[in-house]
DNA sequence: TTGGTATACATAGAACTTCTACATATAATT
DNA sequence: AATTATATGTAGAAGTTCTATGTATACCAA
């Protein structure tokens, strides 16, 4: 389990992405890929979650639908159009952080 | 300039691992040597950087020593052996982390 | 049938980090 | 004389994620 603080940041842009990747999910199976594709590394609570899904809604970068499983309601997440192009910027944006945190960890200068 | 988030949980990291290249460092010269390394994506601003100097300070991870630079006193920080200690662990969460936020950017299991 | 675990969504309030804005002062440049 | 760069620092705001809790269904084992 890594530090809390260094999923600050990335959270959204990792949900996105897997929003992005398989077309609609709902909250308790995010939570689930981020556990696998993490290595049970990154454990997002519930507590993180919702109010970021929720948040994303408000924002419009993604919609819901919902679908009876049983005798329960399901709430799926996709992205918007509107969130389609937020992903993109994001992901690219978090790709670029990385090579310089990259460099940093190094102390090189991003020039070279 | 990134979203500020991102750097959120990477700034103590990154100053530990500047300090443990340069051996001795002050405020000021940190946040240049970010500004550099960074390409100007990253600007740390006195508010996030003292606040965080003297916070691994009390946590015992650096100590200061003053020099007179003509008129003014400069605060050099460098690393005890604590901090050492702490900034190997830190450095090498980061690099996992890293790594971690890679697999899901691109949806892989970690195992892969 | 009782208890525990997994599934599933949600909120309130705490904790923590970083930011904005401000304060202070010297040195160098225009 | 005014501005910019150097240099350290604080107060309070803003924002994200966490802990803790609540609700409810489904399944399995003892």
């Given at each position: 389990m890594?530090?809390k603080e260094?999923?600050?940041?990335?959270?959204?842009?990792?949900i996105?992405?897997?929003?992005?990747?398989?077309?609609?999910?709902?909250?308790?199976?995010?939570?689930?890929?981020?556990?696998i594709?993490s290595?049970?590394?990154i454990?997002?609570?519930?507590?993180?979650?919702?109010?970021a899904?929720?948040k994303?809604k408000?924002?419009?970068l993604?919609?819901?639908?919902?679908?009876?499983i049983?005798?329960?309601v399901?709430?799926?997440y996709s992205l918007?159009?509107?969130?389609?192009?937020?992903t993109?910027?994001k992901v690219?944006?978090?790709?670029?952080?990385?090579?310089?945190?990259?460099?940093?960890l190094?102390?090189?200068?991003?020039?070279?």
């Amino acid at each position: 389990m890594y530090s809390k603080e260094l999923l600050k940041g990335t959270l959204t842009t990792i949900i996105l992405k897997l929003l992005s990747h398989n077309g609609k999910m709902y909250g308790y199976e995010i939570t689930q890929r981020v556990k696998i594709l993490s290595d049970d590394k990154i454990l997002i609570k519930e507590g993180s979650l919702y109010p970021a899904l929720h948040k994303l809604k408000d924002d419009g970068l993604v919609k819901t639908d919902e679908e009876m499983i049983g005798n329960r309601v399901r709430k799926y997440y996709s992205l918007t159009d509107k969130g389609k192009l937020s992903t993109e910027k994001k992901v690219n944006e978090l790709h670029q952080f990385i090579g310089t945190l990259q460099n940093i960890l190094t102390d090189k200068p991003s020039l070279a």
